[in-house]
């Protein structure tokens, strides 16, 4: 280190073998030699991209989520002095190791415990996994306040609405504008959305990211999820969170403000942009990342979103006005329902439906006390949600190992 180089940041991922994960790993190769000393590497079935990731930048240890996979991790280890560990409270520990800088993009409600771990450490905490703040929003924020944790939103959405957001003047925002692709069944009919199957879900037109989130992306779940999440994020009433489909993706997300001034951040679809902004703020740095050329494109649409082919927004809508454990309650059974449809025990639009049914036997919500009542209500939403799956799957008359799609 030169004279008077800042020391290195001592950064830590979660999910570091994801879509999140890998696009992290990119961002830290451009941070330039000497600038990151990583902590901690997470993960759970890749045990060689794991270990790779782990060598390649000397982490002080990798742990896989999973506790039958540390022999193999060691075995991938050996000789590279980086500690190897594995289990669901090897993560949570790791997540706890000072860092300065976390990434959390453990897919799903898994990240909850670990996500939490390192909010309390009191440092920065680039937040991609969603779930954490639709199962849990209120609880995230008063412990980021209490811990004195910076939270820096990585979804593309809420990384542009965080940069276009006018703090000083935070009383003047009317709404925001959440930008949705609108997936690859944007175009599609009501009765051939009704037949999707999973690898039709999977492919994203615009982005490329995990298999979960291009499915949400695809029943527009994910854009519900991201309500949520903003609504905690910014601390908006559900009625100041709009959607609006634009196929292009250039504009990532915008803010209203009372004098009908409209912001919007635009960018390629690309989540190193929103990654290395939360890695470089409040500073700005060159990152490797396409450059618009607007003359190129021509043209950007916008769209209201269709409620009838895409009820999760409806949904999501509902969750917020419930409060409480709903958002807990949507995304858990969700998740089960995700699940069934990439197993193929339930067609598409059975996801919503299951949702919608699960939230109204839930109902009333009661608010979120404790990361216990959280667990709580995903583990009973999951369960409603799985008997209503096995409940169709018997009125289908197709019984055990029956497969839609
Ligand atoms: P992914 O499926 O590509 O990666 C998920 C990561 O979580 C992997 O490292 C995996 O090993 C780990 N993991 C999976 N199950 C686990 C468990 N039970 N315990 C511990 N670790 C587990 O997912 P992704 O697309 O990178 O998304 C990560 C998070 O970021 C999600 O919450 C997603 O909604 C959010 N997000 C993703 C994108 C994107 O472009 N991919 C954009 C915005 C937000
Ligand atoms: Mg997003």
Same mark, same amino acid.
């Given at each position: ?29 451009? &941070?330039?030699?000497? &600038? ?48 190897? &560990? &594995? ?127 291009? $499915? ?7 854009? !519900?999820?991201? #309500? $949520? ?7 908006? /009433? ?15 997300? #915008? ?10 951040? #635009? ?23 396409? /450059? ?17 082919? *895409? ?8 969750? #917020? ?23 193929? /025990? ?22 979120? !006390? ?28 197709? !019984?055990? !190992?029956?497969? *839609?799609?």
């Amino acid at each position: 280190m030169s004279e008077g180089a800042s020391p290195p940041r001592r950064v830590s991922i979660l999910g570091a073998t994801g879509s999140i994960g890998r696009s992290t790993l990119d961002i830290l190769r451009h &941070a330039g030699p000497g &600038a990151v000393e990583v902590v901690a590497l997470t993960g759970r079935d890749n045990i060689a991209g794991l270990a790779e990731a782990a060598r390649e930048f000397r982490a002080e240890v990798a742990v896989t989520a999973d506790p039958s996979r540390y022999e193999d991790l060691k075995a991938a280890l050996a000789g590279s002095g980086v500690e190897a &560990a &594995a289990g669901e409270r090897a993560v949570i520990e790791a997540a706890a190791r000072p860092a300065d800088w976390t990434m959390a993009a453990i897919v799903g409600s898994a990240g909850l415990a670990p996500t939490l771990a390192a909010l309390r450490q009191g440092r920065t905490l680039a937040l991609a996994n969603k779930e954490c703040l639709v199962s849990a929003g209120g609880l995230f924020i008063e412990e980021a306040a209490r811990a004195g944790a910076e939270l820096l939103p990585v979804d593309s959405e809420h990384n542009a609405i965080f940069q276009v957001l006018d703090r000083p003047n935070r009383a003047a925002v009317e709404k925001i504008l959440l930008t949705a692709s609108g997936g690859p069944f944007r175009d599609w009919p009501a009765e051939r959305i009704a037949e999707a199957t999973p690898e039709e879900a999977v492919a994203h037109p615009n982005w490329d990211m995990g298999a979960k989130i291009s $499915i949400d992306s695809a029943s527009m779940f994910n854009k !519900g999820l991201e #309500m $949520i999440e903003a609504m905690h994020l910014f601390a908006l /009433r559900p009625d100041q969170v709009e959607v609006l489909v634009h196929p292009q993706s250039i504009v990532h997300s #915008m803010v209203a403000y009372v004098d009908g001034a409209v912001l919007a951040q #635009m960018g390629a679809p690309d989540m190193r942009h929103a990654i290395g902004h939360a890695f470089h703020h409040p500073a700005r740095a060159p990152l490797p990342v396409e /450059r618009l050329d607007l003359a190129a494109i021509g043209a950007l649409e916008f769209r209201a979103p269709d409620p009838v082919r *895409f009820p999760a927004l409806r949904l999501a809508r509902e969750a #917020m006005e419930a409060g409480g454990l709903a958002g807990c309650a949507l995304n858990a059974a969700k998740e089960a329902a995700l699940e069934a449809f990439m197993d193929r /025990r339930l067609p598409f639009m059975g996801m919503a439906q299951v949702v919608e049914e699960v939230l109204s036997a839930l109902s009333p919500f009661a608010p979120a !006390g404790s990361l216990d009542d959280v667990f709580a209500m995903d583990a009973l939403a999951r369960a409603a949600a799985g008997e209503r799956i096995a409940a169709r799957i018997r009125a289908s008359g197709l !019984g055990k !190992g029956a497969a *839609f799609a």
